[in-house]
């Protein structure tokens, strides 16, 4: 049997991590600065996680959902406490489109409503209801297109307003920062204004924390600059550090209904053991402040390159820009000088989303190699 051939794949076989770095099978080490889409959130084989997970799999690695798992329970508690979420209940899933998945059904549930409003440039995942509120046609299939949805441009508060008005909207979807769409953020006027918008015409705000989230901006969630407050938070991608784990955050106004959400292996106790870790892990090595820092030294190292002709982003959820298109650049990177970074939808940006756990020498090196890579250019 063959895989199915959908991912245009680089000859690297990626067999150890160790940190910030990984290694490949003749035992080359590369500077891991894209995480596996930020999704390495506390570095690579992290003794403490490494334990956590050995230690639960030895007792107990599944049971259902239809017995209790205490588990869940201390996840949910540090969770809330350490994001300052506490008002929130807690529903665990798999991944960061079931997640997403879930509040847009949620949402529908709550509101007696079906069309969902999202954004240009919005990713939100590849199942049916995530995807059909994504900005990519390429990849709807015609099953996906009978969804109720209206896209918007990012930062239209009239248009935003004209559609709410008209009473029928479940839910409004963004990311706070774009991922893939290039990390391109609206102004607090406009978040601010839309949270509002929301609560008048009795709509859900959800917002998209999958890549944005754990810590990654600096804030534990990227929403939380602007002060607003999000009836539904999405999460995935850095709260297991690469153990399958997702989940949305729920206000209390929202009330649960037995039944309306299921999972088999949402939330199981492997999950949770790496789940748990990795919270532990971002507050004990202060991991939030850490990704403040760098961001701040980024910024110094980047206006050193004059190529470098913008720079998007908060924490270490970064994109550079430059006046060409860079896959070549990111190629040279890899091959050359060992370094993985990532690119959007902005076709001459570089997006860099290094586990949270970097260091400046890890930087350093970046800067170094671009730098000498850029002397083709």
Known sequence: ??????????????????????????????????????????????????????????????????????????????LGRLSGCEDYALFLCNSGAEANENALKLASFHTGRSRIIYFEKGFHGRTSG???????????????KNHKVTKLAFDDLPALEKELQKEDVAALIFEVIRGVGGLEEASAEY??????????YGTILIADEVQSGYGRTGDFFGFQKYGIHPEIISIAKGMGNGFPIGGILIDEAIKPEHGILGTTFGGNHLACAAGIAVLEVIEKENLLQNAENQ?????????????????????????????????ALRKELLFNHKVFTGASSNKKQLRILPPLNIQKEHLDTFFEALKSALEKY
């Not at 995807?131 to 996906?144: G, L, M, Q, R, Y």
């Not at 978040?191 to 008048?200: G, L, Q």
């Not at 190292?301 to 006046?323: C, H, N, T, V, W």
């Open 1 to 78: 049997m063959n895989l199915f051939d959908v991912y245009p794949l680089y000859d690297i076989t990626p067999v150890k991590g160790d940190g910030v770095f990984v290694y490949d099978e003749a035992g080359k080490k590369y500077l891991d600065l894209y995480g596996g889409h930020a999704v390495i959130s506390i570095g690579h084989s992290h003794p403490e996680y490494v334990e956590a997970i050995i230690n639960q799999v030895g007792k107990l690695g599944f049971y259902s959902n239809s017995v209790k798992n205490p588990l869940q329970e201390e996840l949910a508690e540090k």
């Open 130 to 144: 995530a995807v059909a509120v994504t900005d990519n046609e390429s990849i709807k299939a015609p099953f996906n």
């Open 191 to 200: 978040y601010k204004a839309a949270s509002e918008m929301c609560k008048k």
């Open 295 to 327: 961001f701040e030294y980024v910024k110094e190292k980047s206006a050193e390159i004059p190529q470098i002709k913008r720079l998007y982003g908060r924490g270490l959820m970064i994109g550079l820009e430059f006046d060409f298109e860079i896959a």
